[in-house]
């Protein structure tokens, strides 16, 4: 069956370094791949998109590489801030158009 | 609105009562999409559609809930003869409808059973 996994423990840095988060999936080909910030009590919030023929996707100071082969993503945020810290999602979108979210990671940056 | 209204925010029912969840989505959104998520979990999709076309209905759990969006614009989720293990956020989600397309989510409605 299709699995995405995203490390359910908290990635805990401190204030200026780069945090990387990663997302792996199996039994899957998505067309492309989104990311999302949650906060708590809120919704999830778009920040990027990759598409699979696309190596790497850069905002700001954010960075998302995507690997078709080792079906894997990882999401990079340089000089992380305290701000940064929430639950980042990421989802997979095949040919049907329907993001599959896997569970979540959430980055603590302390200052 | 400016963006994806939910409501109620909170709703508290009792076991076997029927609710109606509301969604109002971005205006102009094409596409709208109603998922589940239980504390510490990614959202789980429930159901989907374009226009007011269901499109996908695959995630529902059980013939108890539906969903409707009969003029192609707000939503509703509907759970009949609700259960314990119902309870938990309800999202909801639009978007333009095209492929690529990011998804903008509302609030959610916490549901919860007793």
């Known amino acids: 069956s299709q699995k995405i996994e995203q490390n359910s423990e908290a990635l805990n840095i401190q204030e200026g370094k780069t945090a990387t988060l990663t997302c792996n999936y199996t039994?899957?080909?998505?067309?492309?791949l989104q990311w999302y910030r949650q906060d708590p009590g809120r919704g999830p919030v778009f920040l990027l998109l990759i598409r699979e023929n696309e190596k790497e996707k850069r905002k700001e100071r954010l960075k998302v590489t995507f690997d078709t082969t080792l079906k894997q993503s990882l999401f990079h945020i340089t000089a992380s801030q305290p701000a940064d810290s929430a639950t980042y999602l990421c989802?997979?979108?095949?040919?049907?158009?329907?993001?599959?979210f896997g569970r979540g990671t959430s980055l603590i940056v302390h200052p | 609105g400016a963006g994806v209204s939910q409501s109620p925010r909170y709703k508290v029912t009792k076991r076997g009562q029927d609710v109606a969840l509301r969604c109002d989505p971005i205006?102009?959104?094409?596409?709208l999409y109603w998922y589940r998520q239980a504390l510490g979990q990614g959202p789980e999709f429930l159901t989907y559609?374009?226009?007011?076309?269901?499109?996908?209905k695959s995630g529902l759990p059980n013939d108890r809930f539906s969903a409707e969006r009969p003029e192609g614009s707000i939503s509703t989720l509907t759970i009949q003869r609700t259960e314990q293990r119902d309870s938990a956020m309800y999202r909801c989600a639009s978007s333009l409808g095209q492929p690529n397309e990011k998804l903008f989510f509302g609030s959610g409605t916490q549901l919860s059973v007793l």
């Open positions: 039994n899957y080909s998505p067309a492309y």
């Open positions: 559609f374009n226009y007011e076309a269901q499109q996908d």
């Open positions: 205006s102009g959104h094409v596409s």
């Open positions: 989802a997979l979108v095949g040919g049907s158009y329907i993001p599959t």
